[in-house]
C-alpha cells in the first residue's frame, strides 16, 4: 500500500524555476480534479511568465492518431497534454500512452541538452 497523501502534496507552477522544464498531462474527463479549471489555470501561468512557449497537444484515447507538435528547437517551460474523453490515471495501463509522455520527455531533454551546449560557448 502506498503511504502517500495527496492532499498534502501540492506544487504551484509559480515555485518551480523558470528553466525547469514543466509537462502537465490532464485528461478531459478526470473524476477528481476540475479538467478545466487546472487547464485555465496553466494557460494563465503561461500568459504571464514572459518568453515562455505553451503548446496543448489534444489527445483523443487513441494517442496514436495525434502526433506532437512539439519542436526539439524552440524554448519551452511548460508543455500541456490533454487527453480527450478520458478519466482520472488515464496513461497508468495504457503503454501506448507512456510512448507519448517518452517521447514529449525526450523533446524536453532536447532541449535542455542543445540549452547547455549553448551555455557552455
Not at 30 to 37: A, G, S, T, V, W
Not at 54 to 76: F, I
Not at 84 to 95: D, L
Request: hydrophobic share 30%; charged share 30%.
Amino acid at each position: 500500500r502506498r503511504h502517500f497523501s495527496w492532499y498534502n502534496s501540492e506544487l504551484w507552477l509559480e515555485d518551480i524555476p523558470q528553466d525547469t522544464k514543466v509537462l502537465i498531462c490532464l485528461s478531459e474527463n478526470d473524476e477528481i480534479l476540475n479538467f478545466e479549471k487546472v487547464k485555465r489555470e496553466v494557460e494563465i501561468f503561461c500568459e504571464d511568465v514572459g518568453g515562455s512557449t505553451h503548446e496543448v497537444v489534444p489527445v483523443t484515447s487513441n494517442p496514436k492518431k495525434h502526433k506532437s507538435k512539439a519542436s526539439s528547437t524552440a524554448p519551452k517551460t511548460v508543455d500541456l497534454i490533454t487527453w480527450e474523453n478520458a478519466g482520472h490515471a488515464f496513461c497508468v495501463s495504457r503503454p501506448d500512452v507512456w510512448k507519448q509522455l517518452y517521447s514529449a520527455m525526450k523533446v524536453q531533454e532536447r532541449i535542455i541538452t542543445k540549452e547547455q551546449t549553448c551555455n557552455k560557448y
